[in-house]
Nanobody, 115 residues
Framework: QVQLVESGGGLVQPGGSLRLSCAASGSIFSIYVMSWYRQAPGKPRELVAAITSGGSTHYADSVKGRFAISRDNAKNTVHLQMNSLNPEDTAVYYC?????????WGQGTQVTVSS
């Protein structure tokens, strides 16, 4: 069982930046693929970025060049640095940990981009 707690969301103006963090419980964090998803009102949840245990990353086309995912296995944390935010990035952002057929979700953190 893995528990995930996201933090760092909030209100930011267009063009601004936020850094989301996800803290995970458990001693085998390093083997999990860690991902960030987001869900805007009335839309399905979508993958934003993912990072493997070896550090390989994947990004949705909509965030490439603006977002960066990173992980610190010693601290059981994963981060999502979000730059050049625009109103279309407004959503609840969720952290996900997965290995094999098992996966776990955090409770989500709200990101609102508005002037």
């Amino acid at each position: 069982q893995v528990q995930l707690v996201e933090s760092g969301g909030g209100l930011v103006q267009p063009g601004g930046s936020l850094r989301l963090s996800c803290a995970a419980s458990g001693s085998i964090f390093s083997i999990y693929v860690m991902s960030w998803y987001r869900q805007a009102p009335g839309k399905p949840r979508e993958l934003v970025a993912a990072i493997t245990s070896g550090g390989s990353t994947h990004y949705a086309d909509s965030v490439k060049g603006r977002f960066a995912i990173s992980r610190d296995n010693a601290k059981n944390t994963v981060h999502l640095q979000m730059n050049s935010l625009n109103p279309e990035d407004t959503a609840v952002y969720y952290c996900k940990a997965g290995v094999g057929p098992s996966y776990y979700w955090g409770q989500g953190t709200q990101v609102t981009v508005s002037s």
